[in-house]
T-cell receptor, first 111, second 109 residues
Framework: DGGITQSPKYLFRKEGQNVTLSCEQN?????MYWYRQDPGQGLRLIYY???????QKGDIAEGYSVSREKKESFPLTVTSAQKNPTAFYLC??????????FGEGSWLTVV | GQSLEQPSEVTAVEGAIVQINCTYQ??????LSWYQQHDGGAPTFLSY????GLEETGRFSSFLSRSDSYGYLLLQELQMKDSASYFC??????????FGQGTELSVKP
């Protein structure tokens, strides 16, 4: 089945650690996105990529990094520079127009 | 820059009709879309408008007026399962896709 797979679903990070969230899609979509969602809040754009080997910062890129070496993959690294990383992270890919498809999300908690 | 405004919460009763409005500011408008999100889940696509007018998909309809930078989502024959958060989103010419803060819809018996 086609879709977007995020892993892990739950992740715990210690202070000072970098962690990487995986996002893989087999929908053959060019555009991919990472969003952060805090409880009761909207989705805030972290990074997006329109094409392989190219990506742009969103509204809250500080403390995060991404890569887009393959069309299918768009991993997000939450670095130690991100001081408040506890949130729900959503990866998405876009078909034509504005129709985007989300993964199931990853819950990141700092311990 | 881009920004979207939508009401934070709306309450309606089962069987009723509810409208959720969205106003936006963006450079190079490439369409307005709507998403539904239940607690703890990922958003799912509901509707998309690139041109002015009404798009109907079952009980859900979405409207766009580009001259007014305004759109709305219309939910008919409300059911309890429609209780969720609803987000509008716009895309600009650079591919950036921004979401509103969301409207929490509560459907009462």
């Amino acid at each position: 089945d086609g879709g977007i797979t995020q892993s892990p679903k739950y992740l715990f990070r210690k202070e000072g650690q970098n962690v990487t969230l995986s996002c893989e899609q087999n929908l053959n979509h060019d555009a991919m996105y990472w969003y952060r969602q805090d409880p009761g809040q909207g989705l805030r754009l972290i990074y997006y990529s329109q094409i392989v080997n190219d990506f742009q910062k969103g509204d809250i890129a500080e403390g995060y990094s991404v890569s887009r070496e393959k069309k299918e993959s768009f991993p997000l690294t939450v670095t130690s520079a991100q001081k408040n990383p506890t949130a729900f992270y959503l990866c998405a890919s876009r078909a034509s127009g504005n129709t985007i498809y989300f993964g199931e999300g990853s819950w990141l908690t700092v311990v | 820059g881009q920004s979207l405004e939508q009401p934070s919460e709306v309450t309606a009763v089962e069987g009723a009709i509810v409208q959720i409005n969205c106003t936006y500011q963006t450079s190079g408008f490439y369409g307005l879309s709507w998403y539904q999100q239940h607690d703890g889940g990922a958003p799912t696509f509901l509707s998309y408008n690139a041109l002015d007018g009404l798009e109907e998909t079952g009980r859900f309809s979405s409207f766009l007026s580009r001259s007014d930078s305004y759109g709305y989502l219309l939910l008919q024959e409300l059911q309890m399962k429609d209780s969720a958060s609803y987000f509008c989103a716009v895309r600009d010419q650079g591919g950036k896709l921004i979401f509103g803060q969301g409207t929490e819809l509560s459907v009462k018996p």
